[in-house]
């Protein structure tokens, strides 16, 4: 039988529901009767006790916010009876023990990815093209229409025949049409692949360049580069109009500052340098095709699982999400770990709460109070304009469970497992280290995806309770669904279910394993996921102002 309640840890005083639970029930736990005084929606907490106003409300045994006023036992969680609020946190010794998990089943496995030539390891080979500035973002749409379509990368070809049908429709004079979509669409397929080992052509359109500040040019010319020399990359083709501010000639050097032994094939083309539009779009396309020629001959190559680079993220989170989807990627997390690979966890907005956790747990005393110091000024940045860590949660999150941000934090945060921290990386600074890191970045989706990408990852696991279309340009993006409704509801997005553990049925370490298996074959090439099929290749700059 179902559980239909759940308590986090044995020092929480709310219980969390798993199901739907009526106004008037008796909810035994642990010997304890609990009347309920309202309808508790699944997702949902309810207290265990009668609370005055200002007392600490504990989840996964830490606080999680405060009562606004006093509260009876079976009365729901809601933003009107509770407030967010956190302890403090500092550096202190803390001599943390990590028991890593079994990694027996997977010890000797290997991926198939491409090999490049500083020793990284791609699981896709992809072709970039970036625009110094978005003067230039036209020119990349007419490449990326005519190129997608005639290399075979384009998703359009249903809707095209649909709307071919609805022309034809129109034009005969028919007042309704009442075949669905799916008869209307049936599309033969768009053209073959002409290069089989090329994953894709991506453009990194932005609305950066000029205008804004200097600094705004100098953090997106790190960025590009960081792009330019993923090891998703094969080659790059750079746009730039001349006159703005983020300059070719810099963004160039900027990636030999970031790899001294960059040997990517680069073509650049100045657009004030000579060329109509006509010219620099026909150059580009031909330039770029003799790449795509070269690039289409490196084929994949077993490697062993240390080579893998895995970002983890969660948007779109609901009551869920940190009971099933994100323990379960932590324990993949934990698994890559252990077998020497790299984990990336980010979203520092969503970290609140969990702060004195993370600390403990950072080996280095020089990276736990680079922690630190990014937290308190990013928080200040914040609050400076008004704003705080605590109006993260969105309102899809808060009728979903999510009632503070400390609430959100604390199952973010278990994305990321329980493994040490071994560094600790600001805004687009690479991964050098084996073992988990935490990367600077905003709790928005595509600003968070293209900071983790940026900072080396290969493979994003994203983790969802209400749905999300987010993708990333260079680094393919694995949606994880906290619960089945939604995998049912949305099955074009979402690659993993793992309401099976809210259901009973898998556990968290079984949920887990799946998840490594998965990205095994999504890094070899054998699963294609969602958001690479229907080509989600967000990307969005973060100009380091408040973004939560």
Known sequence: ??????????????????????????????????????????????????????????????????????????????????????????????DYQWQPPNVGRFKDRTFRGYVRSDGRVGTANYWLFIPTVFCENRNLDLIKEVMHAELGYSVSAPFRNYTQALKEAYLKGDALMNASFDELAQAKPDTHRLFPNIDGIKFLTHQGGCGGTRQDAVVLGK??????????????????????????????????????????????????????????????????????????????????????????????????????????????????????????????????????????????????????????????????????????????????????????????????????????????????????SLVCTPGNDVEATTGKAASGATLILFTTGLGTPTGNAVCPVIKVSSNTALAKRMPDIIDINTGPVIEGEKSIEQMGEEILEYCIQAASGVIVPKAVLLNQDDFIPWKRGVSL
């Open 223 to 436: 960025l590009l580069a960081a792009y330019a020399d993923h090891p998703n990359v094969a080659g790059i083709t750079i746009l730039s109009l001349g006159c703005q501010n983020l300059q070719l000639k810099e963004l160039i050097e900027e990636i030999k500052v970031r790899n001294p032994h960059f040997d990517k094939p680069l073509f650049s083309f100045e657009h004030q340098e000579g060329y109509t539009e006509e010219e620099m779009v026909r150059l580009a396309i031909a330039k770029t095709f003799q790449g795509l020629v070269a690039a289409n001959q490196v084929e994949r190559e077993e490697v062993s699982l240390d080579k893998l680079v895995l970002g983890v993220k969660c948007g779109g989170s609901d009551g869920f999400s940190g009971i099933s989807a994100n323990p379960a990627v932590g324990y993949a997390a934990d698994l890559l770990v252990a077998l020497g690979g790299k984990v990336l966890l980010a979203e520092f907005p969503e970290l609140c709460g969990a702060e004195q956790n993370l600390i403990d747990r950072t080996i280095e005393p020089d990276a736990a109070k680079k922690f630190i110091s990014l937290m308190q000024a990013y928080s200040q940045s914040a609050e400076r304009v008004g704003s705080g860590f605590h109006m993260n949660p969105s309102p899809g999150n808060i009728r979903d469970g999510l009632i503070t941000d400390a609430i959100k934090s604390m199952g973010a945060v278990k994305k990321g497992g329980t493994a040490p921290i071994v560094d600790v990386l600001d805004y687009t600074e690479p991964a050098q280290k084996a073992g988990l």
């Open 1 to 94: 039988m179902q559980q239909r309640i759940i308590q986090l840890d044995p020092l929480d005083n709310v219980l969390v529901a798993l199901q739907d639970l009526s106004q008037g029930e008796s909810i035994i736990f642990q010997g304890e009767t609990y009347k309920l005084k309202e309808d508790i929606p699944a997702k949902h907490k309810f207290f265990m006790r009668d609370m005055a106003a200002g007392e600490s409300i504990l989840m996964y045994g830490v606080l999680v916010g405060k009562t606004q006023y006093a509260v009876s036992s079976g009365e729901r969680m809601s933003t009107e009876n509770t407030k967010h609020a956190t302890d403090g946190y500092a550096y202190r010794a803390f």
